[in-house]
């Protein structure tokens, strides 16, 4: 089976350095990184997404398939989860089905099935695209492809896992960002080691929120820095925090 290419479409950002994130005077928002799969199916060419990110994006995306053929052909859109702003141009694709940790379905219909159901070897149309379920991470489904690619190796799309590389966002920035938007950080901690120790031969990891992907080097500084001061405070307050909760929870159950 021939290895698909990946290339990306639209490269993530946050804040005021990315022009099309300006909401208002001083309101930023993001844009989401975009990936796109090629792949082989009996012979043809077709194409999966990996995200669609947020709606201005979708000239980009459009732009990007049309270099390499058809938009009827993007077959699938690969969720890494369901935050507003990855999934806005997705009705757009309307020939496409949408794989998600939430419930995978075809556009347009009302009913979802599982992707472990749709799919039992882990792996969608090629043995080369694989997913991991890892489900309540950053969000409450969260999924990251494995694409063993010819043009960039082994590649990861790791949506908001890791938002950007500590390069760009230093760990106090990181706890701040994961005390806003992630469900439970010592799942991501565990889920990034995992992920590190998984892939010995992974060439690059394409972050939601970052417009460069990170080496293994990077995963590895990312998990070394939750590892440490200040990761390791929030870590400990969110157990306590979750404990209290539970607590609350058994009076009430
Ligand atoms: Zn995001």
Redesign the pocket.
Known sequence: MAKPKVYILEKGGFGESDHQAKLGDGAYS?V?TVGLIEYEKEGENKFMLVDTGVASSLENIKKGILELGKIEDVTHILMTHY?Q??PQSNSFFKNSLVISGAGTARQGTPSFGSVEALYPNGFIENENIKFVNVGRTHSRDEMYYVVDSENEGLVIFA??LMFAPLTELDAPTQVTFDKGFTIDVVKKYIVLKEMYEKYPELKKIFV??SRTPLTRENLKEYIDAMGKEPYTSYMKEFISELRKRVDEYEKIV
């Open positions: 993001c989401t935050d702003d990855h949506g908001d939601g929120h």
